[in-house]
Every structure is written in structure tokens, then in C-alpha cells.
């Protein structure tokens, strides 16, 4: 039998690479060759219906991950090794295939086997249908395709699943997202995107800060309180709580009823009065004012605003003069079984009982452009868009789910490219498949549930749920990993994640409650921040192992610079258990301390970086306890970590100059991510007796090398500079002062 890469159906099992991935395939199930060794999975039903669940086969005996919305909003991973266990809501789901096809022991350590493969499957978007995958208590893969309006119907649905296969799992991914950009023609991948610039500069979002009660006064002493620390924001964003709204399920003088606050609605795409004018500062008579004020006060860039997909929470107040033009009405979300089954929310369950005004998709380009206008009239760059999912529920007499989504999405996109420059918009509560299948100019979007200071058990899951969620989301967008409180028990674990994410790092603090100490780690002087190049996403071998609830496994992210690897290591167990999972009962009184190992191997792709001169091996910095290694490519290194701790290392290939000389740049050596400020290395004979290794950084502060010997020199911007050598480790250290430009130094041996 001749063995292929694409999936086949054979005696009713359907085959990938010759190993049986799912058994009892139905008859009524379609399998339609793509390209590049893909297909795709549909079926027929004799019944046109506005919701179709399909049974794909039985799924047993391999190691799989899962990424599901466990609520409306967002996105957590899945861990197990049979159809049972795939929630409801999964949008990717990954197969460990090795040459057994069994499931090998969990206490197995090392890379997988040269013979492992991986299988991805895909819910996609399909017409005007949204799909996602489900398991059975009888190990059934289900597809689930839906319109969200039972006036839009099919009988028979042929690309709504996509599956693919490949010996690398990020490549597969990559892949498999780069042939459903061309096959489908309604989102790119992110590669094919223009990037905000924000994202490389150090944020403040007033969320945390203040929530709906954000003021200018607030916003200023913040703002001031960052400058007095030395560590000023260069991009803001002013969260909920600056627009012009109404609740009139709230009566004046009456308590809250509990669920109204959701149903509060736009009045006006202007300022409320708080932003219109100041009792104590004469200076803030209204947004255009105000923003203009604390730009050239503050050194700002960038100021982004909030608003909700729909406006507000609750949408429009359709009796508003401002907004009857667009055509709004009161219309009562219907939510899916998909919506219903993981975890309920309250917004969507609050929303179904007072309505949401919705504006007429006809005019919804001309709502944002009127609100997107004023807002850059004002001075304003860009908006953070929330609440985005909540549009799949109210499809119902407008096409369905996905022809809404589509609409408003495209709508957004087309506003804010005419609006704001340098495609300034982040998407945030945007996790179903409708939304990130519609993504064509939209870079960055919220990577998981927000950061939540007050709950102490949700520190872990975060981490975790970017780090995994990062492996679809990063492949069309930046992930947003979310803003952090720097000063807070957690903050050098948000911290360390955030340096090694390739994201925006910001944070919410309040006036006056900041650790510049971490922010140091973080951000230059400047106000820069050294963003690594890719999404932080899980290791290989952290893939198919639960980082916060087996007990025994470490999280570790990955990441690339210009000339280096990073990897953060995370000790994620045993603070916090996942949604839907049986929650831990006792919680470890005193921290779990768990050890694993950190390999150059762990970082994927590495030898792109590495140059020609490269010999193999890497030197190994770990940014806590200051330790340098020499590696070969499949050596490994002991970390040991209690719960809520973390480490992260620099992997930096190790050149041989034509002089001998073994050679690798470090970086900032007291920056989370030291490498992210080197920017090339180059090397050259000065004459007969001296070889210089010249290599251009980016920043200030402690910069070391490992050199296999001491130079007899170190010129910094034609200036020689003393420097400290380590024999023993062959670290050699020196400082860097002044700006942060970039800079060249020249070891002269």
C-alpha cells in the first residue's frame, strides 16, 4: 500500500500518513483533497437546518490539545487523549502521532521521537456558516456548523473542517493558516499586515487604575506619577468610562438592579462631561484640550480610547438625536448551545432580557467613521474595540452570525485605516472563529480573559491561556497579552511573560503604586521596550502536558530575537485550576517546587538566526541567578521552581570568528529580555595582528558577551571602554551609559 501525506478515508477510518486517526467514519461524511496535502472534512443532511452537528468518527489513543471557548468571549486550552474530553466550542485541535499510535507514559521526558508526527484539525468558516468541533461521552469527534439565523439553512456544508498534518507542529500551523488566507479570501495572515507601532513602546491603560471612573485629573496624576519614576508611558489608553451613556433601567436614587449596568447605551459619539470640563483644572475644557495637554506634557505617542463593537455594552440608545441617523433598534441576542454549554456570562445573559441597540448594518461604516473622525479630530491614534464576540448572537434577521460579524468587521477595519494611521486598533473579547477568520487589516488582538489583580487564582491561568491561545491568534495577529500591575505579587511572573510574548507591554497601576524596579527590566529609558520578533507560544514538549493542573510540569514559552532564542520558564501549578475542571480542593500551603529542564532545542527555528559562522553550540544566560552556560543544541540545563516563580534564559548561538575566537552576544544584561537589543553582529580583520567582532546594540545599562577569550580592547562608538572577563564562564560584561540609540561596539582581539 502506498503510503501519502494527505488524509484519506478508507474502510470507514480516516487515514493520515498511513496511521488511522479517526474510526467509524459515517458514510454521509465528504472528504475533498485541498493543496499542499490538506483537505478539507463536510457532510450532507437529508434536512436543511440552520444548525447541523456532524459525527466525523471516533477519536482514541493519541495525546491531544485543544483550544476552546470555555465562554463567549475567550479561549482556554484542553488536555487528553480521546474524543470525551474536547469541550464544546473547540476552534483548533492538535494530534500527537507516533509510530505506535499509543499514548505513551506522562513521566516521558525529551523531545518526541524523529518518527513523531502532528495531525491539525481546523473549524473553520464556511459560506455563511461557523463551525467548531465537539467530542462525546463515546469518544465521537462532532462538527457543529451554525448560520445564528434560522432563516439561513443548508443541507449540506463541504468545507467547514480543515485538516492537515506535518512533523513540525508550529510550521503545520503556520502552514495550514497561510492555505485557508488563499483558499478562503477573508482573513490574512499576520505576515501580510501592517504592524502599530505601539507595540513597541511601553503602555498605560487606565482600567485597573480607575475602571468607569477614569477623569483627566486621574489620568494626569498617573501620567505624573510614572514621570517622577523615571519610567514614562509613551502610549495610553483611556478605557471605559469616557463615553456619553445612559442606563435607563437605572432609576436616580434607587439601588442598581444587578445586570442593568450591561444594558447602558451610547448617547453620543462625543466626550461625557467629564472630559468636556474640570472644577480643579481649568486646563481640560474638553477631550481635544485634554489630549493635546498631556502629549506635550508627557511625552505620549499614542493615545488609544475604548469603545464596544456596538457602541457601548448595551449598544445605542436608539432615541438619541445623534444616533437615529444610523437606524438603530432594539434587538434580544439569541445565543447558541455552543454559547450556553461551557460556562454562561452575565453580559449576554443580562443582554437577552433588556436588548441591545444595534445599529443598522447599512449605516454601521458611517457610525464608525463619524465616531472614528471625531476622535482623530480630537487628537486621538487609535481604539481598543471591545465586546466583540457578542455580534454572533444577535444574527438572527440579518443573515446570520457570520455574514454580521463580517459586516461590522469590515466596516471597523475600513474606518479605522481611514481614520487613524499606522493601523491602530486592537481587538479585544474577540475569540470566536467568526471574528478571527474575518480579521484582514486587524494586528492585534486580546490574547485571553483580562488580568484581574484581585484574584489570586486567575495568575496562573493567564499565563497559560496566552502562551497556548498564542498558537492560532499569533499566526493572524499580535497576541495582546493584557496590561499587569507592576507592583503586585505576581508582577515579575506578568512581567517576564510579557518580555518574552513579542507583545505590547503595559500596565494599569494607580498613581503612585508602581515598582520601578520591574518597569526597569522591562523598558528603556527611552520609553522603548525590547519586543522579541514572534508570539511567545509552549514548547514542544509542553504541548500536549497541562501547566497548571497536572502537578508536575513546568510552562515554557519560546520566543526569537535578531541573533538569539529566548525561553521563559513558568511554574504554573498548583495557584489556580481551570474552568469546567474539578477545582483543586486543598491548595498547597507552602508553594509547589517543581524542576525540569531548558534546552537551546527548546527554541524552534533557531538556527535561522544563528549565521553561517555558527558551531553548534549556544551560551545559555539565565537572567535570575546570572549563570552562564555553554550548550550544545540537545544539552539541557536544571531549573527548579517553586509555584508563582519563573526564570527566563538567553540562548545565543555561539560563532568561530576565522581568529578562533568562539563568540556570542548576550544583551542587556539586566533586562528580562536580554537579546532583544542586539541588533546585528559582523566581524573582520583590522590587520595582520588584530581581528575586531563588531556587533550594533540598541539600549543602555550592563552589556555582556560570552568570548572563549578576552579581547585586548572594547571600543564603544570609537571610544574605548573598560570591561570585566570572567575566565572561568567566559563572560565579559561592561556598561553601557548615555541615550538608548543604537550604538556599535568593537571587541578587538
Not at 484574584?455 to 495577529?477: D, K, R
Not at 500596565?507 to 526597569?520: A, Q, Y
Request: hydrophobic fraction near 35%; proline fraction near 5%; glycine fraction near 8%.
Amino acid at each position: 500500500m502506498t503510503i501519502t501525506a494527505a488524509p484519506c478515508v478508507n474502510d470507514g477510518c480516516l487515514m493520515v500518513r498511513g496511521k488511522v486517526v479517526l474510526t467509524h467514519v459515517p458514510t454521509n461524511i465528504i472528504l475533498s483533497p485541498g493543496i499542499s496535502g490538506a483537505a478539507f472534512l463536510g457532510s450532507t443532511s437529508p434536512i436543511p437546518t440552520s444548525r447541523h452537528v456532524f459525527t466525523l468518527g471516533i477519536l482514541e489513543g493519541y495525546k491531544h490539545l485543544c483550544l476552546y471557548r470555555f465562554k463567549i468571549w475567550w479561549m482556554i486550552p484542553g488536555y487528553g487523549k480521546s474524543g470525551s474530553e474536547i469541550p464544546l466550542e473547540t476552534q483548533l485541535l492538535l494530534l500527537e502521532i507516533k509510530e505506535e499510535s499509543v499514548v505513551e507514559d506522562d513521566d516521558s521526558s525529551g523531545p518526541p521521537t524523529p518518527t513523531t508526527f502532528y495531525v491539525l484539525f481546523l473549524p473553520v468558516l464556511d459560506g455563511d456558516f461557523r463551525t467548531s468541533l465537539q467530542g462525546t461521552p463515546a469518544n465521537e469527534l462532532q462538527f457543529c456548523a451554525e448560520s445564528g439565523d434560522a432563516n439561513v439553512q443548508n443541507s449540506q456544508i463541504l468545507e467547514p473542517v480543515f485538516i492537515n498534518s506535518g512533523d513540525n507542529p508550529f510550521e503545520l500551523i503556520k502552514n495550514s493558516i497561510k492555505i485557508l488566507e488563499k483558499h478562503k479570501g477573508t482573513f490574512r495572515h499576520i505576515e501580510n499586515k501592517k504592524i502599530p507601532a505601539h507595540l513597541d513602546w511601553f503602555g498605560w491603560c487606565t482600567w485597573d487604575a480607575f475602571y468607569t471612573e477614569v477623569n483627566p485629573q486621574g489620568i494626569k496624576e498617573g501620567l505624573q506619577s510614572f514621570s517622577d519614576g523615571g519610567c514614562s508611558p509613551r502610549y495610553l489608553i483611556i478605557d471605559d468610562g469616557w463615553q456619553d451613556t445612559v442606563n435607563e433601567f437605572q432609576k436616580e436614587g434607587e439601588p442598581l438592579i444587578e445586570g442593568t449596568q450591561f444594558a447602558t447605551r451610547l448617547v453620543d459619539i462625543k466626550e461625557n462631561s467629564k472630559f468636556k470640563s474640570s472644577e480643579s483644572d481649568a486646563w481640560c475644557n474638553n477631550l481635544h484640550e485634554f489630549i493635546n495637554m498631556i502629549k506635550g506634557k508627557y511625552g505620549l505617542k499614542y493615545v488609544y480610547v475604548w469603545h464596544a463593537l456596538t457602541g457601548y455594552w448595551g449598544g445605542v440608545f436608539p432615541s438619541s438625536e445623534t444616533m437615529k441617523k444610523y437606524n438603530p433598534k432594539i434587538v434580544y441576542p439569541i445565543q447558541s448551545p455552543g454559547n450556553i454549554g461551557n460556562l454562561r456570562d452575565i453580559i449576554p445573559d443580562s443582554l437577552e432580557k433588556y436588548g441591545v441597540g444595534i445599529i443598522d448594518p447599512q449605516k454601521i461604516f458611517d457610525f464608525y467613521n463619524d465616531l472614528h473622525s471625531y476622535l482623530s479630530s480630537n487628537g486621538v491614534d487609535g481604539v481598543k474595540v471591545d465586546a466583540q464576540n457578542f455580534i454572533e448572537t444577535l444574527g438572527s434577521g440579518f443573515g446570520g452570525r457570520v455574514l454580521l460579524t463580517r459586516r461590522y468587521q469590515q466596516a471597523l477595519e475600513q474606518s479605522t485605516s481611514r481614520n487613524f494611521k499606522d493601523n491602530n486598533l486592537i481587538c479585544c473579547m474577540s475569540h470566536n472563529s467568526d471574528s478571527i477568520y474575518s480579521w484582514k487589516t486587524s494586528a492585534v488582538a486580546r490574547a485571553s480573559e483580562d488580568f484581574m489583580p484581585r484574584e489570586p487564582t486567575f495568575q496562573t491561568l493567564h499565563i497559560a491561556s496566552v502562551a497556548f491561545n498564542s498558537l492560532l491568534l499569533g499566526e493572524i495577529v499580535v497576541p495582546d497579552w493584557d496590561m499587569f500591575h507592576s507592583k503586585h505579587d505576581t508582577a515579575e511572573f506578568h512581567g517576564i511573560a510579557r518580555a518574552i510574548g513579542g507583545c505590547a507591554v503595559y500596565v494599569s497601576d494607580k498613581p503612585g503604586n508602581h515598582d520601578f524596579e520591574i518597569l526597569r527590566k522591562l523598558v528603556l529609558p527611552d520609553g522603548s521596550v525590547l519586543r522579541a520578533k514572534h508570539a511567545g507560544r509552549p514548547t514542544r514538549d509542553c504541548l500536549f502536558r497541562d501547566p497548571v493542573m497536572d502537578g508536575k510540569s513546568l510552562l515554557k514559552i519560546w520566543n526569537l530575537n535578531k541573533l538569539s532564542g529566548v525561553v521563559g520558564v513558568f511554574n504554573c501549578q498548583g495557584a489556580g485550576s481551570w474552568p469546567l475542571k474539578q477545582t483543586i480542593k486543598d491548595m498547597p500551603s507552602t508553594p509547589l517546587v517543581i524542576s525540569g529542564n531548558v534546552s537551546p532545542c527548546d527554541v524552534e527555528f533557531i538556527e535561522d538566526v544563528a549565521g553561517e559562522n555558527w558551531n553548534g553550540d549556544f551560551a545559555v544566560y539565565a537572567f535570575n541567578s546570572g549563570s552562564l552556560s555553554r550548550l550544545p543544541m540537545n544539552g539541557n540545563i536544571k531549573v527548579t521552581l517553586a509555584t508563582l516563580k519563573c526564570e527566563t534564559f538567553t540562548i545565543s548561538p555561539i560563532r568561530v570568528s576565522g581568529e578562533g575566537v568562539h563568540f556570542a552576544p548576550i544583551g542587556l544584561l539586566d533586562m528580562y529580555n536580554s537579546g532583544g537589543a542586539v541588533e546585528s553582529i559582523d566581524e573582520n580583520m583590522k590587520n595582520s595582528s588584530e581581528f575586531i567582532i563588531k556587533i550594533k546594540v540598541r539600549g543602555c545599562g550592563r552589556f555582556g558577551v560570552y568570548t572563549s577569550l578576552k579581547p585586548s580592547s572594547c571600543i564603544v562608538d570609537m571610544e574605548e571602554e573598560e570591561f570585566i572577563y570572567n575566565s572561568e564562564n567566559g563572560l565579559l560584561t561592561l556598561d553601557l551609559t548615555g541615550d538608548c540609540n543604537f550604538r556599535d561596539i568593537e571587541f578587538i582581539y
